[in-house]
């Protein structure tokens, strides 16, 4: 085999260390003997658009989006599908042999997959659930929630005109509440998602108190790293059962692993330890 048709992916974000996608790839990569690669870029905004143009040329077949571009990978994409075009952001990007560039997003299934592989009984449907965030990630677990049958999410971000937005984008189904009073809604949710970077490493904590919690709340977290974040261990202690965020990586990774190197992996014990271990 030839270096050119060696496949090659990549995770885009900035920055990129924290990131456990290069890892879990790889790991399957290994897993099915296939001659591929899969590594970390670090994209300076100032050369965005240039960036991210290039790597189909330079060999790539796809790569994963994180932050701070899932929303703005929209305006280069050439094709859109249509769940990424809803959702308003991409986290998977497919670049076809003829030189464009597919945008999908595939997190709003990873978060999905990812509460009901713990909690088969677990539905948005159940009750409100309360959101922490209003970004790319938001986009997705707001679309996830309402295919899910939830009928009233309660949405709060620091900036409120970010989430004013989404509720427009979205209906009626999204209330839109102050950053400061969040807490006041915690008490009757059934679900509650920090969709936002806070108490990722290097980042501040969620600065949301967490006393209205009541018992057995499916409380979930897309940052992984720590695996266990004070948002989720202060809800573990008031008795509510806990999703960690490295799961909702590994779901929503299978469809383009699958999309790039042409195998479907399974989600197994042994990789959750191996991403878990530093």
Not at 87 to 106: E, H, K, S, V
Not at 161 to 181: H, P
Request: aromatic share 8%; net charge neutral; proline share 4%.
């Amino acid at each position: 085999m030839s270096l050119s048709t060696i496949p090659v992916a990549a995770v885009l974000g900035h920055p990129i260390n924290h990131s456990k996608s290069p890892k879990l790839h790889n790991y399957w990569l290994s897993l099915f003997d296939i001659d591929g690669h899969y590594i970390p870029l670090d994209i300076d905004p100032r050369n965005f658009e240039n960036s991210i143009r290039a790597l189909g040329g330079l060999g790539f077949v796809g790569a994963n989006v994180t932050i701070p571009y899932k929303e703005k990978i929209l305006k280069i994409a050439d094709k859109i599908s249509d769940r990424a075009a809803i959702i308003g952001a991409a986290n998977t990007l497919t670049f076809l042999p003829d030189g464009r560039i597919y945008a999908d997003n595939t997190d709003g299934y990873g978060f999905l997959q990812n509460i009901k592989s713990k909690y088969k009984d677990w539905s948005a449907s159940e009750g409100i659930s309360v959101v922490f965030g209003a970004g790319g990630a938001s986009r997705a677990i707001l679309g996830a929630l309402l295919e899910d049958g939830s009928n009233e999410v309660i949405l709060a971000n620091r900036t409120r005109s970010r989430a004013d937005q989404l509720r427009s984008d979205f209906g009626a189904k999204i209330k839109v509440v102050d950053w400061m009073k969040v807490q006041n809604y915690l008490s009757d949710a059934s679900t509650v998602i920090n969709a936002t970077s806070l108490g990722m490493d290097g980042q501040a904590e969620l600065p949301i108190p967490l006393n209205g919690l009541k018992k057995n709340t499916l409380v979930t977290d897309i940052v992984y790293t720590p695996l266990k974040t004070s948002f989720l261990e202060h809800a573990a202690k008031r008795g509510c059962r806990t999703v960690d965020g490295l799961g909702m990586l590994i779901h929503q990774a299978i469809p383009g692993f699958e999309r790039w190197f042409g195998v479907k992996p399974d989600v197994s014990e042994n990789l959750r330890e191996l991403l878990i271990s530093q």
